[in-house]
């Protein structure tokens, strides 16, 4: 009940700020026509919309109209982009709003570039094998979200594990233009940081450096290499509390961070540093990318 009373709160959001007005005399199929000229080609996509700013709730950093701004733009854009763009017909259909089906790379461009970069690593086989599942996963929400039926969630942040050299920055580019394809980061750039970049020399100074960084990586997949250099007592934990405190452990965050470096070092500092650690970078739940010797 809770969820579906979410879902109506949103839903009336959208209406009220895009000034959406339920007029059957001018739009029977749709129920739905916005002032400014935009209309949605069905009723679905109203819903659809709801439902993804509903999924944002309890996110930090998530506002009611924020989040309906941004869809909407992001939906009107992608309307725009279409080769039967009609400026005198002003529509916005289901795949301007969450693009075409990831199941068919063809068809996003940007999906299928990344993947053939990535078929012509050698080996890095558990590697494609997390990328290959994340699409997949994406298009069994997609087929979901089309049916009215709820997504499977997971989250972005990843662990890379493995030795120097082995191609940890390109694979991060890789995974950042996927996310971007698949419309779950908006930038999908990587921001590359040693886990000295976090560290301060004073009091405090950790925690503005980590949340400065954080800041900056809005949209786009911050790769931290050496990761494993903040597991101390002192600066280093400080810089990995505020990041547990700054980093979502949630699905739906606009940001993507990947802890890289040896995997015993890793995984101690994910045992014996803050708890919620582990929670928003979890090996133990399969969704993690491992580098082979």
């Avoid at 699409?135 to 997971?154: C, P, Q």
């Avoid at 886990?195 to 980590?210: L, P, Y």
């Avoid at 990995?240 to 940001?255: C, Y």
Wanted: hydrophobic letters at 40%; glycine letters at 8%; one cysteine or more.
């Amino acid at each position: 009940m809770k969820i579906c009373y979410d879902i109506c709160q949103r839903q009336y959001k959208f209406n009220k700020t895009f000034r959406l007005e339920k007029s059957a005399e001018k739009n029977k199929t749709t129920g739905v026509v916005l002032k400014e000229g935009w209309s949605v080609e069905e009723r679905m996509v109203s819903v659809v919309a709801a439902r993804r700013i509903a999924r944002g709730i309890g996110r930090k950093g998530h506002g009611n109209a924020a989040a309906v701004l941004s869809l909407f733009e992001k939906a009107k854009e992608a309307a725009m982009s279409r080769k039967d763009y009609d400026p005198k017909n002003l529509l916005i259909t289901m795949i301007d709003l969450i693009g075409p089906d990831p199941s068919d790379r063809t068809k996003i461009p940007l999906l299928d570039q990344a993947l053939k970069k990535l078929e012509e690593y050698t080996g890095l086989h558990q590697v494609k094998k997390a990328i290959h599942e994340l699409v997949a996963a994406a298009s069994e929400n997609y087929t979901r979200e089309l049916a009215g039926n709820e997504i499977h969630k997971f989250a972005l942040n990843r662990l890379f594990v493995g030795n120097p050299g082995t191609g940890k920055t390109s694979i991060a580019e890789i995974y950042g233009m996927i996310l971007k394809a698949l419309r779950y980061l908006s930038d999908g750039t990587v921001e590359y940081k040693t886990a000295n970049d976090f560290i301060g020399s004073a009091i405090g100074e950790s925690e503005k450096k980590t949340e400065a960084i954080i800041e900056n990586c809005q949209g786009k997949v911050l790769l931290i290499d050496e990761a494993y250099i903040l597991d101390d007592a002192n600066y280093g934990k400080k810089a990995l509390d505020a990041m547990v405190a700054l980093v979502s452990a949630k699905p739906g965050a606009d940001m993507a961070v990947i802890m890289a470096g040896y995997e015993k070092e890793m995984f101690k500092m994910l045992r014996d540093q803050n708890p919620g650690l582990s929670r928003r970078f979890d090996p133990a739940s399969g969704k993690f990318l491992v580098y082979e010797d």
